[in-house]
């Protein structure tokens, strides 16, 4: 253990009560009715007779005092019976009625809310984060209650400097940042997609332990191309096609300064933008802005890590890693994010052999494989483009049942937002790989983006595969007594780990190098004893455990690269003595 991993935990068990990564007095300037409207400081019938004198209090509450405990246990009795209530009835209306129930919550009283979701992470995690997200964002017209977080549209160019002084905190950590233009894998949402960023803080809090009073959930809004909702009445963005070339980066643009101008220090984590804007951002702001971009770089560690898993679950070494033949499905920002960590991973594995670790790796997208042949081919993915006929004769644009069955791969990697693609014979096909442990990953969301369901995936690929899925999936029962593992692949496991470690680091740059130890961090977490049952990452309900030792793991990079500047009061030097080897 290093003393660093002590660090990013002693912060997060810090905030076990109310979650705060930064300790510090928390002043309240309000009185009366403001408090009770603002769920920052609202305690509901849970402030003290004391406080109530205090705070102006008296008289707008009513009498009894009920305990932070009672409150706690009256809103998760009503939680329960609501279950019960809905049981039957349709997913879409037991999800948005349990999303309701959390955000009413969400909007009055923070510190319980919080406290809750810590709590209750893994029954809770798929309400406020995928799948359910993905319904709320779609329906978010409908839904639209009380705002959250800050909207920044086309209409509000040359003036995003003072706009950002209208947040009300003095200081802000993390801002999680979308154009709604790739939600999930539910395509343009427009402003409806500030759930994703709310979600993600969310989560942020609940496993990083970063003070909600800190973050700050961001919408940019520059049109949306989604023709059904430029023709819905109720819908809440600006009513225009989305903005291109240099006058969307000018927008982009103005954010990121007037962000850096009022906290220089915050990390802006950039998510759920199409293809295009996700990697000329990220090329354009990191060496500028301390920022990352979460569906390339986020994804490409949780994903290294399982197939860095999959391998020792073969009873492999990690080194057998470059011999792995990979198919990935989907050539967007997640799959070419993956495809770029996970051959960089090999090439090292494989003495420095890049061409060596490119040669295993197969890349489809809608039009199938991909090769030099491919006609506007895009420079993203040129580099993981075959020779066309170089494998057994595989051309452009070869199916990915004709892929599987030639390859015979050993894991089948599916990013490309579409439902369904891992189909009977895909998966049938998948008996013949050369891995006495196949691995079908079907990263993506929500569920009904998934390439194929967990039980499909066992049922048709047989029970030894290894399997993971973006969104949550039950385990599969196998019968005599067996049971398939599912794994949920989301990257989750890792920015929230990524933040805290930057954050506590006072790094003013996120590089390779730190996402790297973030990645390396996760893959080795798991056990001996669990790897070889199939299970390639932590149970949701060790969340907090997970990020702070990836928190350390990033932190430590910083600390090597000479990045690290100190947090608060544990300067530079503090942390280079921290970051030395050592026992408790
Ligand atoms: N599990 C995770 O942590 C995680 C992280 C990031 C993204 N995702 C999911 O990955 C999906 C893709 O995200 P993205 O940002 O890369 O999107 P994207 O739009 O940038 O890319 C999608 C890619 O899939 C390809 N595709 C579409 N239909 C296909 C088909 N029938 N067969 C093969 N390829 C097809 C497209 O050509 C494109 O290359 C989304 O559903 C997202 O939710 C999951
Ligand atoms: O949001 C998620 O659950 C993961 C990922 O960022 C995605 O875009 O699908
Ligand atoms: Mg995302």
């Given at each position: 253990m290093w003393n660093l991993a002590r660090v990013a935990a002693s912060v997060l068990s810090r905030s076990r009560r109310f979650s705060t990564a930064i300790p510090g007095p928390c002043m309240v300037h309000k009185r009366g009715t403001d408090i009770l409207h603002d769920p920052w400081f609202n305690k509901d019938t849970g402030f003290p007779l004391t406080e109530r004198d205090r705070l102006g209090l008296r008289g707008l509450l009513p009498p009894r005092v009920i305990s932070f405990e009672q409150q706690y246990a009256r809103f998760m009795e009503s939680f329960r019976s609501l279950e019960k209530n809905t049981e039957g009835q349709p997913n879409k209306v037991v999800s948005l009625a349990k999303w309701r129930i959390l955000n009413r919550l969400h909007d009055r009283n923070e510190t319980l809310y919080y406290r809750v979701l810590i709590d209750n992470i893994k029954d809770f995690a798929p309400i406020i984060y995928t799948p359910t997200v993905g319904l709320v964002c779609q329906n978010y017209s409908g839904l639209f209650r009380r705002p959250r977080g800050m909207y920044f549209s086309a209409k509000d160019k040359g003036e995003m400097m003072s706009m950002i002084y209208n947040w009300p905190a003095q200081q802000v950590d993390m801002i999680v940042l979308t154009d709604g233009s790739r939600i999930l894998g539910l395509g343009d949402l427009g402003v409806q997609g500030i759930g994703i960023p709310i979600g993600k803080l969310d989560v942020y809090v609940a496993a990083a332990g970063i003070n909600?009073?800190?973050?700050?959930?961001?919408?940019?809004?520059?049109?949306?191309?989604?023709?059904?909702?430029?023709?819905?009445?109720?819908?809440?963005?600006?009513?225009?096609?989305?903005?291109?070339?240099?006058?969307?980066?000018?927008?982009?643009?103005?954010?990121?300064?007037?962000?850096?101008?009022?906290?220089?220090?915050?990390?802006?984590?950039?998510?759920?933008?199409?293809?295009?804007?996700?990697?000329?951002?990220?090329?354009?702001?990191?060496?500028?802005?301390?920022?990352?971009?979460?569906?390339?770089?986020?994804?490409?560690?949780?994903?290294?890590?399982?197939?860095?898993?999959?391998?020792?679950?073969?009873?492999?070494?990690?080194?057998?890693?470059?011999?792995?033949?990979?198919?990935?499905?989907?050539?967007?920002?997640?799959?070419?994010?993956?495809?770029?960590?996970?051959?960089?991973?090999?090439?090292?594995?494989?003495?420095?052999?890049?061409?060596?670790?490119?040669?295993?790796?197969?890349?489809?997208?809608?039009?199938?494989?991909?090769?030099?042949?491919?006609?506007?081919?895009?420079?993203?993915?040129?580099?993981?483009?075959?020779?066309?006929?170089?494998?057994?004769?595989?051309?452009?644009?070869?199916?990915?049942?004709?892929?599987?069955?030639?390859?015979?791969?050993?894991?089948?990697?599916?990013?490309?937002?579409?439902?369904?693609?891992?189909?009977?014979?895909?998966?049938?096909?998948?008996?013949?790989?050369?891995?006495?442990?196949?691995?079908?990953?079907?990263?993506?969301?929500?569920?009904?983006?998934?390439?194929?369901?967990?039980?499909?995936?066992?049922?048709?690929?047989?029970?030894?595969?290894?399997?993971?899925?973006?969104?949550?999936?039950?385990?599969?029962?196998?019968?005599?007594?067996?049971?398939g593992h599912v794994n949920q692949a989301n990257n989750m496991y890792l920015f929230p780990g990524i933040g805290l470690g930057t954050l506590l680091s006072g790094a003013r740059f996120i590089t390779d190098g730190m996402l790297q130890q973030a990645a390396e961090c996760l893959a080795s977490y798991m056990t001996d004893e669990e790897i070889p049952k199939g299970i390639l990452y932590p149970s949701i309900d060790s969340i907090r455990d997970i990020t702070a030792e990836v928190g350390a793991a990033v932190l430590r990079a910083a600390v090597e690269e000479d990045l690290a500047e100190g947090h608060g009061e544990v300067g530079p030097r503090d942390l280079k003595h921290m970051s030395k080897v050592g026992p408790y």
């Open positions: 909600p009073q800190r973050i700050l959930p961001v919408m940019l809004d520059v049109g949306t191309n989604n023709q059904k909702l430029l023709e819905d009445r109720l819908y809440l963005g600006l009513r225009q096609p989305r903005l291109e070339g240099e006058e969307y980066l000018s927008i982009v643009d103005e954010f990121m300064e007037a962000v850096h101008a009022r906290w220089p220090k915050a990390i802006v984590q950039f998510e759920d933008f199409q293809m295009k804007w996700a990697f000329e951002t990220l090329e354009r702001y990191r060496k500028r802005f301390c920022m990352f971009n979460d569906d390339i770089q986020g994804t490409a560690g949780v994903a290294l890590a399982g197939l860095l898993g999959t391998v020792r679950a073969q009873g492999l070494s990690l080194t057998d890693f470059a011999d792995q033949k990979i198919v990935v499905v989907g050539a967007g920002s997640a799959g070419l994010g993956v495809l770029k960590m996970a051959v960089q991973a090999a090439a090292r594995m494989a003495g420095n052999n890049d061409a060596f670790a490119r040669n295993k790796f197969f890349l489809l997208d809608k039009d199938g494989l991909i090769t030099k042949e491919r006609k506007n081919l895009d420079p993203a993915a040129a580099p993981f483009a075959k020779d066309p006929g170089d494998f057994m004769g595989l051309r452009e644009g070869a199916s990915l049942l004709e892929v599987v069955r030639k390859v015979k791969p050993h894991v089948l990697l599916g990013l490309s937002g579409v439902g369904g693609v891992f189909n009977e014979e895909v998966l049938k096909a998948m008996r013949e790989s050369d891995s006495v442990k196949p691995a079908i990953f079907a990263m993506s969301n929500p569920t009904m983006n998934a390439e194929c369901t967990a039980a499909d995936a066992f049922k048709h690929a047989g029970e030894n595969i290894v399997f993971a899925s973006g969104s949550p999936f039950e385990n599969v029962d196998l019968g005599n007594g067996k049971i």
